[in-house]
C-alpha cells in the first residue's frame, strides 16, 4: 500500500491527461487521506487544486483542522470558503478557533450586499461566525488558549460598536424539531452575548 501510495504522488503532479489524473487523485485520497491531497493541492494552478476539491465533495463538516491548514495559507476567499465547509468542529484546536475569529473580526456590511465578491466575502463572515458560536458552545474560559483572547475582546468590542439600526436582533432560521421557519436571537446576538460571558467568566 505504501508503494502504491508513493507511485501515486509522484505520478499525479505530471499526469497530463485530465480524466486519469483525477482517477489517481481518487486513490491516493482512499489510501492516505485528505491530508496529503490538500498538502499538495497548495503548490497547484487553479485547475488542479480545483480537481482535488472535487475529489473531497461531500466531506462537510468531516475533515480534521490539521489537514486543513494548508489552505489557509493560500490567503484567498475560495479556498477559505472551503475550509469552513469542511472544518470538523468536534475537537478543533485552539489554532481552528484563532483563524475563524480573524475572519468573525472582518467588517462586513449590514445587509446583504449583491456585488459577487462583497457577496463572497459577506458570506464567509457569516459562516464563520456561525461556526465559531458553535466551537465556542460549552466551552468555558479556562479551556480557551492565551492567542485568542485578544481575538475575543476585539470581536466583542466590534459586535457592540455596530449601531443599534444596523444590528440584526433576529434572523429567520429552520426549526428541524419544529419543521417551520421561525425567527430567533440571531448569530451576531448569539455570539455577543457568549463572548460577553467567556470574557466575563475570565475576569471573575
Same mark, same amino acid.
Given at each position: 500500500?505504501?508503494?502504491?501510495?508513493?507511485?501515486?504522488?509522484?505520478?499525479v503532479?505530471?499526469?497530463?491527461?485530465?480524466?486519469?489524473?483525477?482517477?489517481?487523485?481518487?486513490s491516493w485520497?482512499?489510501?492516505?487521506?485528505?491530508?496529503?491531497l490538500?498538502?499538495?493541492?497548495?503548490?497547484q494552478?487553479?485547475?488542479?487544486?480545483?480537481?482535488?476539491?472535487?475529489?473531497?465533495?461531500?466531506?462537510?463538516?468531516e475533515?480534521?483542522?490539521?489537514?486543513?491548514?494548508?489552505?489557509?495559507?493560500l490567503?484567498?476567499p475560495?479556498?477559505?470558503?472551503?475550509?469552513?465547509?469542511?472544518?470538523?468542529?468536534?475537537?478543533?484546536?485552539?489554532? +481552528?478557533? @484563532? $483563524?475563524? #475569529?480573524?475572519?468573525? /473580526? *472582518? !467588517?462586513t456590511?449590514?445587509?446583504? &450586499?449583491?456585488?459577487? =465578491?462583497?457577496?463572497?466575502?459577506?458570506?464567509?463572515?457569516?459562516?464563520?461566525?456561525?461556526?465559531?458560536?458553535?466551537?465556542?458552545e460549552g466551552?468555558?474560559?479556562r479551556?480557551?488558549? +492565551?492567542? @485568542? $483572547?485578544? #481575538?475575543?475582546?476585539g /470581536? *466583542? !468590542?466590534?459586535?457592540?460598536a455596530? &449601531?443599534a439600526?444596523e =444590528?440584526?436582533?433576529?434572523?429567520?432560521?429552520?426549526?428541524?424539531a419544529?419543521?417551520?421557519?421561525?425567527?430567533?436571537?440571531?448569530?451576531?446576538?448569539q455570539?455577543?452575548?457568549?463572548?460577553q460571558?467567556?470574557?466575563?467568566?475570565?475576569?471573575g
Amino acid at each position: 500500500m505504501r508503494g502504491r501510495a508513493a507511485t501515486l504522488r509522484k505520478r499525479v503532479p505530471v499526469e497530463q491527461e485530465p480524466d486519469l489524473r483525477r482517477r489517481w487523485l481518487k486513490s491516493w485520497h482512499e489510501l492516505e487521506g485528505e491530508g496529503p491531497l490538500l498538502a499538495f493541492a497548495v503548490s497547484q494552478p487553479s485547475d488542479r487544486i480545483e480537481e482535488v476539491f472535487a475529489v473531497l465533495h461531500g466531506k462537510a463538516g468531516e475533515i480534521a483542522w490539521e489537514s486543513l491548514a494548508p489552505l489557509v495559507a493560500l490567503d484567498e476567499p475560495e479556498a477559505e470558503k472551503r475550509v469552513l465547509t469542511w472544518l470538523k468542529l468536534p475537537g478543533a484546536p485552539a489554532a +481552528a478557533r @484563532e $483563524w475563524l #475569529l480573524s475572519l468573525a /473580526l *472582518r !467588517e462586513t456590511e449590514p445587509r446583504m &450586499p449583491w456585488e459577487p =465578491r462583497a457577496m463572497q466575502a459577506w458570506q464567509v463572515v457569516r459562516t464563520a461566525r456561525h461556526l465559531l458560536l458553535e466551537a465556542l458552545e460549552g466551552m468555558s474560559a479556562r479551556e480557551l488558549g +492565551a492567542g @485568542e $483572547w485578544p #481575538l475575543l475582546s476585539g /470581536l *466583542r !468590542e466590534l459586535l457592540e460598536a455596530r &449601531p443599534a439600526d444596523e =444590528r440584526e436582533e433576529e434572523e429567520e432560521f429552520f426549526d428541524e424539531a419544529q419543521d417551520m421557519w421561525v425567527y430567533g436571537p440571531s448569530v451576531e446576538t448569539q455570539l455577543l452575548q457568549r463572548l460577553q460571558q467567556l470574557l466575563s467568566e475570565r475576569v471573575g
